[in-house]
Every structure is written in C-alpha cells, then in structure tokens.
C-alpha cells in the first residue's frame, strides 16, 4: 500500500503541511509568550514581544525561583527512571513465574492484574494515599513500590501474553544443563523479552512522568515536586497567577518530552502500536 | 521444571505481589468498605449502611456531572475516530512527508494532561477575549475547549493505530474488490472498515476509558469553573473527598459507582465490537 504513490499527492502534502504547523501552533504561542511581559500575556498573547513586551529571560529566572524548577526535574526523573526499571524487573520475574507454575495463586493473579486495568485511580485514591502515608512511602524512593503496585497490572498482563509465547523447550534445555530457574529467566529469557520490555517501559514512563494527582497525593508536598506537581502549584499556591512564570515553566515542562521523543521516536512508536494490539 | 521454579517464589513473585497488595488490593477492599462508612481518615471510620449511596441521588452537582461526562465523552470518542481514521487513511497513500506529519501528529500525546491544560487555556482565552469572553463564562467554551485539547492530544495516539491497521490489510484483498468493480467508497464500507475492525475496537476502548476518567486536563483548563458545571466525575469525586469536610463517605460511594461505570462501560464496548470482527 505505501508504495503506491497517490493521484494529486502534492494537494495532500500541502494541506498536512498546513495542518502541521497549526498543530504546533499552540506550543510555538507558549514559546512565544514565555519571553513576554507578564501583564501582556492574557491581553495579547497573539502578538510578538516587542520593545517594552520583551522581558528576556525574565519569566523563566522568575519560574524557577518560585517552583525550585531543577529540583522538580530531578524528582520526576528518579522517579520516572526508578519506578520504569522496577516494574519492568519486578513485573518480568513475577509474569514468568505466573506462566509457568500452574497453581491457584498463578490464575488469581492473573486476573486480578486484569481487574485491575479497568479501576479508575479515583477509586483507591484516598485509601492508597492514606496507606502510602502510614507505611512511610511519601518519599521518592517510596513511591517507587506505589507505581510497582498500581502499575502491575498492566505490565504483568503484557508480559504474560508474551512469555506464553515462548517455547518451553528451550528453557528445559537451559534447566537440563544446570542452570537454576533464577539464571535460566536471566540468561534465556529475560534477553528474549526485550522486545515487551521496550513497549512496556514506555507506556510506563509516558504515564508516570506526566501523572499528577498520584504523586500529589501521595509525596510530602513541602520536600519533593514532580513537574506537573510544580506547574499545578504555580496556579495554587499564590492568588493570581503569574502568567509570565507559567508560560516560561510550560516551555521547560515540554522541552525535555520532545528531546525525549526526537531520540526515540521509532520505539515510542513502535512501543505504542505494540501496547494497543495486546492491551 | 515447575517444581523448582516454584521453590523461587520468594524471589520471582512476591516482591510485585508485595506492591500490588499494597497499592492495589488493600486500598480497593479498603474503598469499597469504608464506602459504607463515615469517616474522616481511614483510622476512625463509623460504619453507617448505605446512606452514603442516598447522599449521593441529594447531590445536585453529581448528576450533573455524570450526564456531563457522558456527552462528552460521547463526543470526543466519535471525533477522535472518525478524525484519526481519516488521517490514517490519508497518510497511507503514499504522500510525500507521511513520516513528518505523522511525528508531528503524534507530539502531543507525550505532554502531560496538567501541562496540555495550561497551554490550552492560554490559546482559547485569547480567542474568546476577542468576544469579551473566557473559558469559564460558561460550561459550554468549558466543554467545547475539552473537545479541542482530547482532540488535540489524542488523534496522533488513534491515527498511529489505525495506520498499522490499514497496513495490515492484505494489497490482494483491495486488488479483487477493484477487479470486481467496486467503487472507493464501496472498498471503504465492505473490505477496509471491516479489516481493521481489531483497531477500531481498540481505539474506541481507549478514547472511551480515557474520556470518562479525564481529570488533569480538567483540572488545569475550567478547573470546573464557573461554579462545578464544567466539572467532569473524575473532578466531582476529587473535590467531594478534598474539598468538603465530612463528605469523605461520599466521595468513596461516589467512587465506587464511578468505578462500577467504568466497568461496565469497558466490558460492554469490548462485547459489542469483539464480535464485529472478521477472521483472518
């Protein structure tokens, strides 16, 4: 189908074109308003920073000191690279070891992992925050077995449909030759998973870098911010907004997601069809 | 095989059985009990029998809400469709810069729903400022300006979906339908829709849980403004439980018919378009 080339081809490319750039238009206003003083923005937000309009870098100093910007990066990478590689460890270890010993706990968790897939987060949000706050989870660090947890039932369900797939016979070759079931799942088949890990790791770190009313919930406000959190408080925390700051905070918000994506746009890709035929 | 495996449970099953009882399994349990309670933190919770359910028919602003998220995300789910699929067919014909577009289309959808909402308010206030207006003057530009930004954000998701679909269709099968002489549109209704029936199942289920659960981008662009009528379930629930006290019992119930929503929801789209579906 790709090949073929179409009948008025040019038409198309000249309409996508245009509808491109208005797809980007709402990022490049953002972009273009950030450098803008803060009292024109709601008035004028559609016309260029000029002269007395123009304040330089201005609103991004301003957005940082008042959100502790970079402490809030930081936040939201350790936690987004931590929870990312527990879950796919975790996740990996338990859907093989559920595929693979028949018993009754195997079937409960398996669909229980798929029951879990359709409970809205509103549902367990006041219990599970109040139960992370108990068990001393409000950290960073503790945060990560929150996401191990709630995330679970996605990643074990895709990496059961996979592991199911795999021929039996040459784990038992690798178990015939002495290898114990630990070194069997990281030699043989963890390396055979790699592909589901990728698409599992990046609808988990899509998810967990941008959610906010997890992370707000559950961390200790006053000592760690992921970025949503951040640009949420921006709002809260003082009466009026400064427009300035926020549009200054959005354009650094969005930078490190479309670097993100130009380097690994292919396995995003890739990683999001691969999610939808299983999910 | 499976008995040595077995011996290993401690290391290769328990820690996620571990985070999943307690990030998933307690606090479900937890919910559903204390749905039936009045309580102000999970320590001191009275058990009061379903009266929370009846608190719920007295609030106004839920079924409100409710009929609000409804048209919405009835809305959104045939936009994005119906959008996304006609750029998918479009993009798979071969048009210089397909790869380019589609990249662009895509973007979006990597944005958190915190971040889209600012950006949005932003743009459509200062449309509507042309008119004197803004986006919390009523809840239709609030609901027009939710359609937009779902739009926005989740047609790159749908389309990158179905152009997989269509190129998953045999060329042999929309050859014979040509030979036979079948017009476009007949190709369109009798080979293509039908082939692709996998993904459109797939992509209605996600712009159809996404919709009825939508919360950050609601949260960040009306905020439910102006006074909760623009406010979906997801934020009705949200402000029961945080922003009155003694209605925690509540918000749970609420949340417990949200989550049964849901449910049903899920379960019956998957029924009704499963068996739609051909076999190859």
């Given amino acids: ?279 | 095989m499976q008995k040595s495996i077995k011996k290993y449970f401690p290391i290769f099953a328990l820690p996620t059985l571990a985070a999943f009882t307690i990030g998933f399994i307690i606090p479900f349990l937890l919910g559903i009990y204390l749905s039936f309670c009045k309580f102000t933190t999970v320590t001191d919770a009275k058990f009061v029998g379903i009266s929370n359910y009846f608190k719920i028919f007295s609030d106004k602003t839920f079924g409100h809400a409710l009929w609000y998220t409804a048209v919405f995300t009835i809305v959104s789910v045939l936009l994005i469709n119906v959008l996304a699929f006609t750029v998918a067919m479009l993009l798979t014909k071969g048009i210089k810069g397909t790869n380019i577009f589609r990249t662009v289309f895509f973007m979006p959808n990597l944005i958190g729903g915190i971040v889209l909402g600012y950006i949005w308010q932003l743009l459509l206030n200062g449309i509507l400022a042309h008119f004197q207006k803004t986006l919390t003057y009523s809840s239709a530009y609030g609901f027009w300006g939710l359609v937009v930004l779902m739009c926005w954000q989740q047609i790159g998701y749908m389309m990158i979906i179905y152009i997989s679909g269509i190129q998953n269709i045999p060329g042999e099968l929309i050859e014979a339908a040509k030979i036979d002489g079948a017009t476009n549109g007949q190709i369109l209704r009798n080979v293509t829709i039908p082939m692709v029936m996998p993904s459109i199942t797939i992509c209605t289920f996600l712009t159809l849980t996404n919709g009825f659960k939508l919360f950050d981008q609601n949260l960040a662009l009306t905020n439910g403004e102006p006074s909760n009528m623009s406010e979906l379930l997801a934020l009705n629930i949200y402000n029961t439980f945080y922003g009155r006290t003694g209605f925690e019992g509540v918000g749970q119930a609420k949340a417990v018919v949200f989550f049964i929503l849901v449910a049903l929801i899920a379960v019956g789209q998957n029924y009704l378009t499963r068996r739609k579906e051909v076999q190859q």
């Fill in chain 1, 1 to 279: 189908m790709g090949v073929r080339k179409a009948k008025h081809g040019w038409i198309y490319t000249i309409f996508f074109s245009l509808l491109s750039i208005a797809w980007v238009f709402p990022i490049i206003l953002v972009l273009i308003n950030s450098f803008k003083k803060k009292v024109y923005i709601s008035r004028k937000p559609f016309t260029i920073p000029t002269d007395k309009m123009f304040v330089k870098w201005d609103n991004y100093v301003n957005g940082m000191e008042k959100i502790h910007f970079f402490d809030a990066f930081k936040n939201s990478l350790f936690i987004t690279v931590f929870s990312v590689a527990v879950i796919i460890l975790c996740t990996s270890m338990c859907a093989w070891y559920i595929s693979r010993v028949k018993s009754a706990f195997s079937t409960w968790m398996y669909y229980l992992c798929l029951f879990s897939m359709i409970v809205p987060f509103q549902m367990v949000m006041f219990t599970l925050s109040k139960l992370a706050n108990m068990l001393h989870l409000s950290s960073p660090v503790g945060i990560i077995l929150v996401y191990l947890g709630f995330g679970a039932g996605l990643a074990v369900f895709m990496f059961c449909g996979f592991v199911r797939s795999i021929p039996l016979e040459i784990e038992e070759a690798a178990m015939i030759d002495g290898c114990t079931p630990i070194q069997t799942f990281f030699q043989i088949v963890f390396p055979i998973l790699k592909p589901t890990c990728i698409t599992v790791a990046i609808l988990q770190a899509m998810w967990i870098w941008n959610d906010y009313l997890l992370p707000y919930l559950v961390l200790d406000m006053k000592r760690w911010k992921t970025i949503p959190m951040a640009i949420q408080y921006l709002k809260g925390g003082y009466g009026s907004v400064d427009m300035g700051a926020m549009m200054a905070m959005l354009v650094l918000a969005i930078i490190p997601i479309i670097v993100f994506y130009m380097a690994c746009q292919k396995h995003i890709i890739e990683g999001v069809v691969a999610g939808a035929v299983k999910g």
